[in-house]
Structures are given as C-alpha cells and as structure tokens.
C-alpha cells in the first residue's frame, strides 16, 4: 500500500491537472464564439457562390475555362489538408489525417503522384512521415490568424499548378463543423470542377426559379468567377476546420476535468484507507506493548 505522503502528492498533481483543463476548456470555449460566429456567417455566402457557379456553368458548352478541362491523363493528385496546429483536441485531427491518407493509399494505387499543401502543422507533420508524398507547401502556425490572403495563396496555388498541367486532380480535406458534439472530416474535390449534369440541368424544378442574367458574357465571368470559387471554399474549410477545433478541444478538456474528478475521488478513498491502515497498525503496536508490560 503507498504511503500517505506519496497519496497527498498524488492528489495535488491531479489537482494542478484539472485547473490546467478548467482553463483550457474556458480558453476554446471563448474562441469557439468567434470561430463559429465567423462560418455560420460565411457559409451561406460561400453555398450561394457554388449555386451561382453551378448555373453559369450549365449556360457554357464544353471546356469554357482551363478549369473545367478534364486532364486525359491523371499523374498527379493535389491534395490539400486543414488540420490544427495544437493537439490536445481528441481524435479531431487523427480524423482528418486518416481521411487524407485514404486517399493517399487510393490515388497511389492507381499510380498517381500525391502533392500536398497543409494548413496547420499537425497535418504538415503526418503527411512528411506518409511515404510517397511530396509536400508542395505548408502552413503552420496559421489557424490561429484566419484570412482570406491565406486562403487565396493556397487556392493560387492548386489553380497554377492545374492550369500549367502539373496537376491532374486537387481534393481539399478538413474538419467540418456540423454541431459542438460532431465535427466529422469531410473530403470534397475542388479541380477538376464538376459541371452539372445536361439532363438534371434542363429539367424543369419543383418551385419558384430564378432565371439569371449575365453581362458581360458567360466565358467571361468564368474567368473571374471560378477562380474565386476556389478561394471561398478553401476559405471555409479553414473556417469549419477553426470551429470544429475549438469545439473539439472543449469537448476533450470537459472530459479530461471529469476524469480529474473522479481519480481525485478514487484517491481520497485510497488516502482515508491508508491512514486507517496507519491508525489501525499504530493502536495494535500500542496495545500489544501494553500487554507485554502487564504480562
């Protein structure tokens, strides 16, 4: 049985613990207000941008914009990752991780080259040790400074390398930001851009539709707007990925505050029996000198 002291000192080190998690758990409580504040603002204006991009798109025929061109060969497959730049998150991170190395294992399989750009070093740091993958930029230390020149470097970037022919593919993954409880990795694939479909375009909706109205000409506007597209969605994802982290620390620090409590309860048990124990010993020495006396 350990020693009372060596109890005490057991019982004081958990306690430090758990202030350290109280005031983590206060801290990503604080900057979630922020963060979610930021892409419940922002992510109306980027599924608008997509639903007016897609519409544009439906108006031009065949390949008005390099972007829309579907390389005849896929060598290379970009591949952009939004993790967090601290740990202490849960599994928020190892998710989104897992996620980029699925497709990494997938493209390699079919003799693909794997280009990556990370935003955030936990990211950064898994995919220099994934064998295979060449790192064609990185970001650390970002996430805690969002805006979107960040998000335009890294847009500019996949968007040179895709229109020179040096990228075949460009997929982003990040955390997304659904509810406080749940922050699953999403996988989307920016390049090449997707054109709706001539069918599901010509259909009549269901509702009242909107007929847009260009000016100047609709290859003209994809030059500007498809570029920018990009960039609003590379922005969002490190938005939702910012949220989704400060979610998921609070959730990890609440749990950790917890399970300080409780092995600080199982502790104190352990302290009243060990004293007991000491009491118990201390009264059998005395009463058994006292017998020997009397005998």
């Known amino acids: 049985m350990p020693s ?22 206060m801290v990503a409580s604080a900057k979630l207000r922020g963060a979610q504040s930021r892409i419940e603002r922002f ?33 290379t497959c970009a591949l952009i990752v939004i993790t967090s730049d601290r740990g ?20 390699q399989s079919q003799g693909q080259q794997i280009k990556a750009i990370c935003v955030g070093r936990k990211g950064r740091d898994a995919l220099r040790r994934m064998q295979g993958v060449e790192m064609l930029d990185s970001y650390g ?34 955390g997304e930001f659904v509810s406080m409880a749940h922050q699953p990795p999403r996988t989307i694939q920016l ?26 000409a609709e290859e003209q506007l994809l030059g500007v707007i498809l570029p920018q597209y990009l960039k609003v969605q590379t922005y969002r994802g490190m938005l939702d990925t910012s949220a989704s982290e400060h979610a998921a620390r609070m959730a990890a620090m609440d749990n950790a505050t917890r399970n300080c409590t ?28 006292a017998e020997a006396q009397n005998g």
């Open 4 to 25: 009372l002291k060596d109890v005490k000192m057991k019982i004081a080190g958990v306690g430090k613990t758990q202030q350290i998690t109280k005031a983590m758990n």
């Open 43 to 75: 992510r109306p204006y980027a599924s608008k941008y997509k639903a007016v991009l897609t519409e544009l798109a439906g108006k031009v025929e065949g390949a008005a914009h390099p972007l829309f061109e579907v390389h005849q060969e896929h060598k």
């Open 88 to 107: 202490l998150c849960g599994s928020f991170n190892a998710s989104i991780i897992d996620a980029a190395a699925r497709i990494v294992r997938e493209k």
């Open 141 to 174: 230390d970002r996430m805690g400074s969002l805006d979107f020149a960040l998000a335009s470097s890294v847009a500019q970037t996949v968007i040179h390398g895709y229109e020179t022919g040096e990228l075949d593919e460009v997929y982003m993954v990040y």
């Open 191 to 216: 390049l090449p851009f997707e054109k709706p479909q001539t069918e599901e375009s010509e259909k009549a909706p269901e509702g009242p539709h909107c007929e847009y109205l260009y000016e100047p």
């Open 262 to 289: 409780d092995l600080i309860n199982s502790l104190t048990l352990l302290f009243n029996k060990t004293r007991q124990a000491s009491i118990t010993s201390e009264l059998i020495d005395i009463v058994g000198g």
